[in-house]
T-cell receptor, first 109, second 114 residues
């Protein structure tokens, strides 16, 4: 499994765009990049997944450069309810997830 | 769909007692995962099943832990005997065939062993 590195925590204010970058230098050719979100006292929730370039859904965007050694989760115009831990995972057919510590995003009013 | 269902939501027990956690995956999902989350160790995969068969149990901490999946709609995680260090939130998750990277998590069971 490719190991990932992401910031431990980030602060933001309501209405701002938040970008969380994840490094995955050992990503394999078949690996996908997947992001999960976890609110306190809840299980993680799938946000977005991509392989290369850019992916966008109703919640977020995922930017992946050509070398795929990193990826950036972009949350547009965050609100207080986006305060959560965000996990970056890399792998193929994720039979063994390694969640790591994630990035704790704190959105302030 | 009701999502992944776990019971109980909270469990408080004394050291040495047997604890059984239960999980009902989403209908149609053929993979089931048990995780444990603590502040110190984060979210750890304990075991996962594919088509009711245990595929990888390397994350199970020791012989005190056992998991079963007698059918496609039910799984249990048992701890016998329980110890205070087993206190954690235990999550069950399921995924659809061939889409393991999108797992759907249950609400978790908060276990406290006194």
């Amino acid at each position: 499994l490719a190991k990932t590195t992401q910031p431990i925590s980030m602060d933001s204010y309501e209405g701002q765009e938040v970008n969380i970058t994840c490094s995955h230098n050992n990503i394999a050719t078949n690996d996908y990049i997947t992001w999960y979100q976890q609110f306190p006292s809840q299980g993680p929730r799938f946000i977005i997944q991509g392989y290369k370039t850019k992916v966008t859904n109703e919640v977020a965007s995922l930017f992946i450069p050509a070398d795929r050694k990193s990826s950036t989760l972009s949350l547009p115009r965050v609100s207080l309810s986006d305060t959560a831990v965000y996990y970056c995972l890399v792998g193929y057919n994720f039979n063994k997830f390694y969640f790591g510590s994630g990035t704790k995003l704190n959105v302030k009013p | 769909d009701a999502g992944v269902i776990q019971s109980p939501r909270h469990e408080v027990t004394e050291m040495g007692q047997e604890v059984t956690l239960r999980c009902k995956p989403i209908s149609g999902h053929n993979s089931l995962f048990w995780y444990r989350q603590t502040m110190m160790r984060g979210l750890e995969l304990l075991i996962y099943f594919n088509n009711n068969v245990p595929i990888d149990d390397s994350g199970m901490p020791e012989d005190r832990f056992s998991a079963k999946m007698p059918n496609a709609s039910f799984s249990t995680l048992k701890i016998q005997p329980s110890e205070p260090r087993d206190s954690a939130v235990y999550f069950c998750a399921s995924s659809a065939p061939e889409i393991h990277n999108e797992q759907f998590f249950g609400p978790g069971t908060r276990l406290t062993v006194l």
